[in-house]
């Protein structure tokens, strides 16, 4: 284990960089100091985002466009909500037509599923599973809560196409993300299916789309040990955990006055 004060200091050490996104790249509504800065010096090498967001790739293409990141700085974006789309357009998942769906926004669900030969309700008694891909910000959410205690009376399926259980936002503040719900499901005794970090099928994903010869060559970028560095050391990839994203409230003291970036080749594992 090592402590950084910058990626920069071993990117040459690597042949492709993978970037979580939130608590990362940005907290949701801006980029982090140095964030664009840095992915500028770093644009002679193969960079990717791989992210647990429930929508599309090419939505979180444009926010992080948008946020002034170069429209060409990663060649790829994986998100969560793209593995998922893959699962369903290739039939793997044909035997559910109507989806529950619980988003961050109306019509999340409708652009996420595009041209997808599924349907959508908010009844539980209709559906063939619930969509667990998005949460307004908000600590706690009551009345998801209880629309999923109704469909694990009916032993539906859960679908989370977000596993993180909390998200940073500006002014250091968290929120409450699906996987929370979507592991509540579980431990209740509900049948979820993971889409996305820390699970191993979306890193192997991402590395048939980079065409990864040698993981020892992959770095991995994030801020969480659960999802992001837990999975990276899944595949034999290093990890760079960056202290200051979800976690930098709880790690502040520990992390007074030192760097707070630490590297991890593939054998280690933060503690």
Same mark, same amino acid.
Not at 18 to 38: E, I, K, M, R
Not at 191 to 213: C, E, N, R, S, W
Not at 245 to 268: C, E, K, M, V, W
């Given at each position: ?60 293409? !444009? ?8 429209? +060409? /700085?990663? &060649?790829? *974006? $994986?998100?969560? %909500? ?94 409450? !993300? ?8 579980? +431990? /209740?005794? &509900?049948? *979820? $299916?993971?889409? %996305? ?75």
């Amino acid at each position: 284990m090592q402590q950084i004060d910058s990626i920069l200091a071993i990117a040459d050490q690597y042949d492709t960089i993978v970037f979580d996104q939130w608590g990362v790249l940005h907290n949701g509504t801006s980029p982090y100091p140095d964030a664009v800065l840095t992915i500028d010096a770093l644009k002679d090498r193969s960079l990717a985002v791989l992210s647990n967001s429930g929508k599309r790739a090419d939505v979180n293409a !444009s926010r992080i466009t948008g946020m002034g990141f170069a429209p +060409d /700085a990663f &060649g790829v *974006v $994986m998100t969560s %909500g793209e593995a998922l789309h893959i699962e369903f357009s290739q039939g793997r998942l044909r035997e559910i037509k109507t989806l529950l769906p619980m988003t961050a926004a109306a019509g999340d669900a409708e652009k996420w599923a595009g041209s997808l030969p599924v349907s959508f309700t908010d009844t539980v008694d209709q559906a063939d599973a619930v969509l667990l891909m998005g949460l307004p910000d908000a600590d706690v959410h009551p009345a998801q809560s209880a629309i999923l205690d109704q469909a694990r009376a009916r032993d539906l399926p859960l679908i989370c196409s977000n596993p993180d259980r909390a998200s940073p936002r500006a002014h250091g503040k968290t929120v409450q !993300s699906p996987g929370a719900l979507a592991h509540a499901y579980a +431990d /209740a005794g &509900g049948h *979820v $299916m993971f889409y %996305g970090k820390p699970h191993k099928a979306i890193f192997d994903v991402l590395a048939d789309a980079l065409q990864v010869t040698d993981p020892t060559r992959v770095l991995m970028v994030g801020d969480s040990p659960e999802h992001d560095i837990a999975g990276a050391q899944t595949v034999g990839w290093d990890s760079l955990f960056i202290a200051g994203g979800l976690h930098a409230d709880t790690l502040a003291d520990a992390f007074a006055g030192h760097p707070r970036h630490i590297h991890n080749s593939n054998t280690q594992v933060i503690q």
